[in-house]
């Protein structure tokens, strides 16, 4: 089941109180330092960050989390400790005491801790190299506009953003400003994920012919979290866990579908579910006639990745959690190693920076995904087939 489970949102007030953004911060014409990007060098290597006011050799990137909720300390922060190619040199965040703890914790030194107020400052900070964005997803936009115009790299927390349009914004401003940006998709680093994605792809078992997936978690407590409230989420259980069936639908094909069909469930708890949907089923139609079936719920556990092929078929469940992942294929049990998906996509990562590669999670593909969603969202409103560009 997916572990995003802990929905406790304490610090909302707190960071209220601290948010006091400026038009004039947003906006300041700060001095664009060049990125690391495009230096030379075998993954670990030394390179050299000649666009720095004092040049310096790196052999790890400095990240710095924004958001310190409950995947940046549950999750990151702890998978950063298991890095061997970028490490945890800052944090921004509107909590004072939360910047005390950390800076205790992490020995992190005071001048890379920034809050919201003058975060853009850390533009002049060499040794923060990537922007680890992990906000409610409605701020997913700003934030990493920011860190482009600051000059930084950009890892951006899934789903990219709540609109096609942000995420265009996002990949315009990284491009102008000459970074990279990439999106949290640990799955992609992760070996029974990327069995599937080879199953599916290279067809080991013949041509794929059906898909399902699902994922679901069951929020209860707090009924004020950011989750439930579509202006900072951009929608219910498809925008926060239902993302990662229809990543893996697309990654077992290979494609992005043609069309969609969906429909809302029951509102059965409506104190919890008045903005955001309770749960959603959607069919995705890929180039060819296959079908992924797939659901997505705030009211149930599932976490599951299913394909039939020809010759046979695999499935993983759970398929999406950060931990005890299991797979099996007709011929039996997977046998795949189990890793640190989120210290492997953060080392992918400063690697791609380090060399100049291309992220195999790049905007273009965050957005992809926030087309299909709100193609399902349009899909399950209107009770059309919905088609994709
Ligand atoms: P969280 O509620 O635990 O943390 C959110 C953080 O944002 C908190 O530190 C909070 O203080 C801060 N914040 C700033 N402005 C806020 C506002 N207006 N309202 C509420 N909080 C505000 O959430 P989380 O679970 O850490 O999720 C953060 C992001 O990470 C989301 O985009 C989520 O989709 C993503 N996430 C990804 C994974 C994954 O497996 N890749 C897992 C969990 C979360």
């Keep these: 089941m997916e572990s995003e489970k802990s929905l406790t949102d304490k610090n909302r007030r707190n960071f209220l109180k601290g948010l006091s953004l400026t038009v004039g911060a947003l906006t300041l014409g700060l001095p664009h330092l060049a ?35 409950q995947y940046s300390t549950g999750q990151l922060a702890p998978a950063l400790q298991q890095t061997d190619d970028c ?32 975060y853009d400052e850390i533009a002049s900070n060499p040794d923060i190299d990537i922007i680890y964005i992990v906000l409610p997803n409605s701020m997913h936009a700003e934030y990493t506009i920011r860190a482009a115009k600051a000059g930084k790299h950009v890892i951006c927390e899934k789903p990219m953003a709540t609109s ?59 009924p004020d979290i950011w989750r439930l409230d579509k202006k900072l989420s951009g929608g219910g259980p498809l925008m926060d866990v239902g993302i990662y069936a229809v990543q893996g639908a ?28 309770q749960s ?33 078929w695999w499935e993983l469940d759970p398929a999406y959690s950060y931990a005890g992942i299991k797979g ?20 992918d990562f400063a690697q791609c920076v380090k060399t100049g590669r291309e992220t195999p999670v790049p905007g273009e593909m965050g957005k992809r995904d926030v087309e299909i969603m709100m193609a399902i969202y349009e899909a399950a409103r209107t009770g059309n087939k919905v088609k994709l560009s």
């Excluded at 690391?36 to 030394?46: D, N, V």
């Excluded at 004072?96 to 890379?112: F, G, L, S, T």
């Design 280 to 312: 959603i089923s959607w069919k995705m139609e890929f180039p060819g006639g296959v079908v992924a079936d797939c659901k997505s719920s705030y009211n149930e556990s599932a976490s599951r990745l299913y394909g039939k092929a020809k010759n046979g």
């Design 164 to 222: 096609v349009e942000d995420c265009q914004r996002m990949m315009d401003a990284c491009k102008q400003n000459n970074v990279k940006l990439s999106i949290g998709y640990r799955l992609h680093f992760e070996p029974h994920n990327k069995r599937v994605m080879e199953l599916g792809q290279q067809k080991e078992f013949g041509a794929v012919q059906r898909i399902e997936g699902a994922n679901s978690m069951v929020v209860d407590g707090d």
């Design 87 to 118: 490490y945890l040199a800052g944090v921004v965040t509107g909590t004072p005491a939360k910047a005390e703890e950390w800076k205790r914790r992490y020995n992190i030194p005071d001048k890379n801790v920034y809050n919201y107020d003058n």
């Design 35 to 69: 990125s690391a990007t495009g230096h030379t060098g075998k993954p670990g290597s030394r390179i050299l960050h000649d666009s720095y006011p004092n040049p310096q050799q790196k052999d790890k990137l400095g990240i710095a989390l924004v958001g310190l909720g």
């Design 328 to 347: 099996k294929t007709h011929k039996g049990p997977m046998n795949l190693p189990h890793v640190n998906q989120q210290a492997r996509q953060m080392d």
């Design 250 to 277: 697309c990654y077992t094909m290979g494609m992005k579908p043609d069309s969609v069909t969906a429909s809302f469930g029951k509102v059965t708890r409506p104190d919890y579910f008045d903005d955001v949907e």
